[in-house]
């Protein structure tokens, strides 16, 4: 029996390896299959990143494509014609911009002109309100004499005597600031001697 036990435990014992050689393998053909697997995942990765690459490429080419391709001469002329016509539209804009700002200030001229009139017959019921849109419009552009002219200038010399606080520091200040001999400094000059204040 002995013989036979010994045999029965030998034959055993193939098959009990058998097993424990397969498990052993499994983790090796794992570790064999891991490179392979790395290599597959990078060769994809690759493959999408030159079909990425010819995509922008082919892009870039149609894009070059189209810019070397000649212009037609009836085009070429119409988008001349279209540029002409936007010039000539923007200089048209601008030449009516320039006109509506030229009536702006020849509308406002008259005003001021209306309301220092209506203010120096204020005592024989010209009907004259304060205005601080127009008298503001004096007070920037009392220096231009076409702009204010002479026969306005004399009766807003009056208007601006009585002047008080900011404005008439403000006015100061600009009257003082104009040099030389022209009209500009004979309004200045005039306007300082109407407010009581020594020129220097």
């Excluded at 700002?101 to 005003?111: I, R, T, W």
């Excluded at 019921?125 to 220096?143: A, D, I, M, V, Y």
């Excluded at 030389?180 to 020594?198: C, F, H, K, S, T």
């Amino acid at each position: 029996d002995e013989g036979r036990g010994g045999k029965r435990k030998a034959a055993a014992e193939p098959a009990a390896a058998e097993p424990a050689a397969a498990g052993a393998a499994e983790p090796a053909v794992a570790a064999a299959a891991e490179p392979v697997a790395k290599k597959v995942k990078k060769a994809k990765k690759e493959k999408k990143e030159k079909e990425r690459r010819d995509k922008k490429k082919e892009k870039n080419q149609g894009a070059d494509q189209q810019q070397q391709q000649p212009v037609d001469p009836i085009e070429e002329e119409r988008r001349a014609e279209l540029g002409e016509a936007a010039r000539a539209a923007g200089e048209a804009a601008r030449a009516a911009r320039e006109a509506a700002e030229s009536a702006q200030v020849a509308a406002k001229c008259a005003a001021v002109a209306a309301y220092i009139h209506d203010w120096d017959a204020r005592g024989s019921g010209s009907g004259w309100k304060f205005n601080k849109n127009l008298q503001g419009f004096l007070l920037k552009h009392w220096r231009e004499a076409d702009i204010i002219e002479e026969a306005i200038f004399d009766k807003a010399l009056a208007y601006l005597k009585p002047l008080k606080g900011g404005a008439r520091d403000a006015l100061i200040a600009k009257a003082k600031e104009v040099n030389g001999d022209g009209n500009e400094a004979d309004r200045a000059q005039r306007l300082l001697q109407a407010l009581g204040v020594a020129s220097e």
